[in-house]
């Protein structure tokens, strides 16, 4: 008895739905992923085997290089809050449009009386300033501690939360200026806090 023959028919799959969802997932990751914040000055990081996330909220870094200390705060609410607190303490009125650009300001070293002209500033003519650092003489002009209070005030009454505090400074950076820094937060009584680190291969055994 002769064999039936099949016909044979080409194997095709339709990527349709594939290709959707595969365009489905590169939109989501580019809409929610964060840019890398641009260093106010060159930054060497120190080397480290260990590895701590970074907290993306109610985190405040503080970044030293050449003796310059710059400062920025997660969360445009409060970036405002603290900025509002600053301008009463200093008895400066910042206006609505210029809370607004502060607010989107990934970091930034002016002192505070330069920092309504700073923030009305074109987005180009701002990012080409030679920002000079926050002040933060311990005798004189500390400008850096006032910050740093005013926002943990910010984070503590927003998200009833405490302030986490990190610094990023240079690997070459003079002794002098992170022990500065290290001894403002310690007058507030802020003895924990995190340094930035790069990530190193552990030593082989």
């Avoid at 000055?41 to 480290?48: A, W």
């Amino acid at each position: 008895m002769p064999r039936v023959k099949v016909a044979r028919k080409s194997t095709a799959i339709d990527m349709t739905a594939m290709c959707d969802v595969a365009f489905l997932l590169l939109t989501f990751f580019i809409l929610t992923a964060k840019p890398r914040t641009e260093d106010p000055v060159p930054i060497d990081v120190p080397s480290s085997t260990a590895v701590t996330p970074l907290p993306e909220e109610n985190v405040l870094l503080l970044t030293v290089g050449k003796g310059q200390v710059f400062y920025t705060v997660e969360g445009t609410d409060i970036r405002k809050q603290t900025l509002t607190q600053m301008g009463e303490k200093y008895n400066i009125n910042f206006t609505p449009l210029q809370k607004q650009v502060f607010s989107s300001l990934p970091v930034f070293g002016v002192p505070i009386r330069q920092l309504p002209a700073f923030l009305d500033l074109d987005s180009d003519k701002r990012k080409a300033f030679k920002q000079p650092g926050i002040p933060n003489d311990t005798t004189a002009n500390n400008e850096l501690s006032d910050w740093i209070r005013e926002s943990r005030k910010a984070v503590a009454s927003l998200h009833n939360k405490p302030l986490r505090i990190s610094i990023k400074g240079d690997n070459k950076e003079e002794y002098p200026t992170i022990k500065k820094v290290i001894g403002i937060l310690q007058r507030q009584k802020v003895n924990k806090f995190s340094l930035i680190t790069a990530v190193k291969d552990a030593p082989k055994k």
